[in-house]
């Protein structure tokens, strides 16, 4: 059994690697293959493909209508990682109709389709709960899809106030995180400076639906009534407990 060092009680509060140790001139040979499996279910993360049908159902079930599918110009996971630009733009749209409602929710497999799969339903489920009070567009699955791909979908939708829920690249400590990013008012052509972005979103490691979920309801409600979103807009929920 190994003695407690200097790090043992550091190494509890994040999950950074530090304290490796020594064998030799070199990390430990158990620390070197947990490096190499998590470097490898990164990639993982990156390239398996969203299966969608599945995913579908389990959108379908949290009660906020039967879900769309569309996908981005970037025709192959390949031509997603290489053109950036391409998953920006949505390939056909005709299936998203315009409705009545507040908030328009786009669920983007982004670069971890796996964190869309672990964790959409529950943090749909979530803010479904803290948005209780805004009427809620039928979700839209993005597949190929980047951060701005989200803002054609809510133009086609005709709502004031778009969620993109996403997954977030990769790391070498979390390969299934998701982020969420606010955009007031969603157009072609947002910048990033007009968005709000919750990110490390992924129980029990990161952040709790529940706490996601009453970010965005705080960011919600001072958008519409700031009339915008992005760099002047900011979280104030911790106000509200």
């Known amino acids: 059994m190994s003695t407690p060092d200097f790090w043992t009680d550091l190494r509890v509060t994040t999950q950074a690697r530090i304290g490796l140790g020594r064998a030799g001139d070199a990390l430990p040979t158990t620390r070197v293959l947990e490096f190499r499996a998590a470097h490898a279910a990164a990639r993982d993360a990156v390239h398996m493909p969203l299966d969608t049908d599945s995913f579908a159902r389990e959108i379908a079930a949290v009660g906020l209508g039967d879900p769309v599918v569309v996908s ?6 390949s031509e997603y990682l ?7 733009r949505p390939e056909d749209l005709s299936g998203v109709d315009a409705v009545d409602a507040d908030i328009g929710i786009v669920l983007c497999d982004g670069l971890s389709p796996r964190a869309l799969m672990d964790h959409g339903a529950g943090l749909l489920a979530a803010l479904k709960e803290s948005l209780g009070t805004f009427t809620i567009a039928p979700p839209v699955i993005a597949t190929q899809a980047r951060v701005a791909l989200g803002d054609h979908v809510g133009a086609a939708l005709g709502v004031s106030t778009l969620i ?10 979390v390969a299934d995180s998701l982020g969420i990013y606010l955009t007031h008012g969603p157009k072609p052509g947002r910048n990033d400076s007009e968005r ?4 490390n979103i992924h129980p029990p490691g990161g952040m709790h ?3 996601a979920a009453r970010v965005t309801a705080s960011l919600v409600a001072g958008a519409r009534t700031l009339g915008r979103s992005g760099v002047d807009l900011k979280d104030s929920s911790r106000e509200l407990t």
Do not use: F, M
């Open 72 to 77: 981005s110009k970037a025709a192959t996971r």
């Open 82 to 88: 290489r053109r950036p630009d391409l998953g920006r």
């Open 164 to 173: 993109v829920v996403i997954g977030e690249r990769p790391g070498l400590s």
């Open 196 to 199: 709000n972005c919750i990110s």
């Open 209 to 211: 639906y529940d706490h």
